[in-house]
């Protein structure tokens, strides 16, 4: 498994959950790697991703509530989830996205989160 995921479950609104993602080195080292969701009917969308060098961007609806994060040491990429809303309520996908290669993104499993009212 090149990309495995975890750390989603059941929380309520206001609550904070973290989702981790653990890639092979020969991935991590590369790509930028970004989490992505998909609510039922929904097209899946780019919540947050991190470059090589550490650069950060995110989705507007969680700017100032989520934060993207690295371990270069344990090939792990973090997603930082606060003051969750229902409509964060998704299955969440964690991607690498790799340079100068077709196709260019690796998919992890994904991981349900779900934020009742």
């Known amino acids: 498994v090149q990309l495995q995921a975890s750390g989603g479950g059941l929380v309520q609104a206001g609550g904070s959950l973290r989702l981790s993602c653990a890639a092979s080195k020969s991935i991590f080292s590369i790509a930028t790697m970004n989490w992505f969701r998909q609510a039922p009917g929904n097209q899946r969308e780019l919540v947050a991703g991190i470059t090589r060098s550490g650069s950060t961007n995110y989705a507007d609806s969680v700017k100032d509530r989520f934060t993207i994060s690295k371990d270069n040491t344990e090939n792990t990429v973090y997603l930082q989830m606060n003051s969750l809303k229902p409509e964060d309520t998704a299955v969440y996908y964690c991607?690498?996205?790799?340079?100068?290669?077709?196709?260019?993104?690796?998919w992890g499993q994904g991981t349900l989160v779900t934020v009742s009212s």
């Open positions: 991607n690498a996205r790799l340079p100068f290669t077709a196709p260019p993104d690796i």
